[in-house]
């Protein structure tokens, strides 16, 4: 194992693999040859391959439908109507996710609620969604983040006896799954981004998942009214099906087509991500300053992001800057998530702002959740504290895992070092 000098410090790096040696294409060949001949036959916006898709998709995910979507955000949108959030309705959310997962709440008329989530899964906790239950409470999305599935036998338990709807925010988890059934159809609704930096990746796309037949017909009203036909006649929003209701979310075919690619490829990818992350934990459950995210019992997470916590306290008080920046000089690729910081925005404090005077209120005139600015203490210790541990190793790459895992252990075994850094570059802080 490589110990001294840290690089930080002029040392040797202790990552001399040039990752992206490893790195996959990020659009394979077949997906070009899809998207050329959906070019060649014209089918540029409306194609039957996206009805293939969503059918393929659904079955993946073990639902009875799929509506593929512009993005994961139109998906959550889409979501928060089909289940039924009304104006003034309260939906419980998570602050330590992407911004969407909460923003669409006041977008579609509802009051965001924040609810805190636990500190080993980084996942919804249900102890504090309890907490914030009130007779208004019409939702909850659930994040399960950076591919790690969410508590959602408690998160059920809670839920199922008073009605609450529950979404999925599956945007990091293609292909995880909770007592063997995949996420996206454990909830009401399953909402899937397909950005491009998603395990299935459209460019800019989203899925929306469900198994429930009205659910399925209002998201389509909402957002690809030209499938109106699949509404039924007896249905009481059928009268809305000619005009929609404002809204198109209908996605591009040809990121439909990189992304049905990638749902062809997902379990094999999903077994090498795996297989790299379980190498890269096992060999850190010596180093005590770094915690990987805890996976529940029955549970099988994925590797949208590989994201661990950082104990100071176990690490002589070092900063996590200085922690970072030692790993990221040893040749690690690591970054901060920026997570945890959504409540307490204007958004969700103040209201919609439609006006041009500025808004103090929501847009239907009800006022802020008292749960709008927090408090969260273990999501304000998160968003310090969770950081990305390395890029996402998608090829066998056992040679730079053992790399990382040097780099890790050289610069736990230096915090006097580290202090010494500290100490002299405290301005730069
Ligand atoms: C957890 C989460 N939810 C929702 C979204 C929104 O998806 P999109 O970018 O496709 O709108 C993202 C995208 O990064 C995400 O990470």
Redesign the pocket.
Known sequence: MLMGKLALTGGPKAVTLDRRKFAVPPVSEEAIAAVVELMRKGETSISPSVAEFEREFADYVGCEYGLAL???????QTALFAVGVEPGDEVIVPSF?????ATTVPAMGGVTVFADVDRDTMTLDPTDIERKITGRTRAIVV???WGNPADMESILELTRPRGIAVIE????AHGATWQGKKVGSIGDVG?F???G??LVAAG???VLTTNDRDLYERAILLGRPEKRAEIREDSWIKRFAFTGLGFKYRPHPLGIAIACEQLHHLDEMNEIRDRNGAVLDAGLADVADVMPQRVLPGCQRVY?SHCMRYDPDKLGGVSIETFLRALSAEGVGIGRMRYGHLHGNPIFTEGFPYGTKGATLNAQGHDASDFANGPLPVTEHLREYAFRAAPRLETECPELIYQYLDAYHKVASAVDELLTYEKEHKSEA
């Open positions: 512009t993005s994961g955000t139109a998906a959550l996710t992407f911004l969407t997962t994040c399960h983040v925010d599956c945007s990091h909402c981004s397909c950005q930096s998603k800019e796309g989203g949208n």
